[in-house]
């Protein structure tokens, strides 16, 4: 599947579905708002199209404290062991906390709704799984001992 096919196969899903959103052609990323349900209360998502592929970026609305970092990454570390599809990822340098997801479209001649779908669901709920545990360290008020205990707790 070629990188245009999937363009406008995630557009036809995003237009069906009414979600506002902006599409960079010159760079090929559809940019969104997304609501969580947690203390993040919500993300901007990125999908970032190449050749054929194309990655789901969820970005949370803070950064961690250069002085909290270690225990954001001490989270980041115990969230992201044993996770099935995608993975947190957090930018040492500015602090920017986002999740991760990605699609291999080489060989498909379409994309299913439901694989595309998949790709943002994840996202979305390991942002709402872990945004309170990633609110509270990024600005100091808990470890990440507790807060990975919390997020992994509610899901039982």
Not at 128 to 155: C, H, P, V, W
Request: net charge negative; glycine share 6%; proline share 2%.
């Amino acid at each position: 599947m070629e990188t245009e096919e999937m363009i406008d196969a995630v557009r036809d899903f995003l237009d069906a579905d009414d979600w506002h959103y902006e599409f960079d052609a010159e760079h090929g990323v559809i940019r969104a708002g997304v609501t969580l349900r947690c203390k993040l209360k919500n993300a901007r998502m990125f999908i970032r199209f190449r050749k054929s592929d194309y990655n789901v970026l969820m970005v949370a609305p803070i950064s961690a404290d250069p002085n909290n970092i270690v225990e954001v990454l001490r989270y980041t570390a115990q969230a992201n062991y044993g996770l099935a599809s995608g993975n947190f990822e957090v930018d040492v340098t500015d602090g920017e906390i986002r999740y991760k997801s990605y699609v291999d479209c080489d060989g498909l001649e379409t994309l299913p709704k439901e694989i595309f779908l998949d790709s943002i669901n994840v996202c979305w709920a390991m942002m709402e799984r872990y945004g309170n545990g990633y609110a509270a360290l990024a600005m100091g008020f808990s470890d990440a001992d507790t807060e990975i205990k919390k997020a992994e707790s509610d899901q039982e």
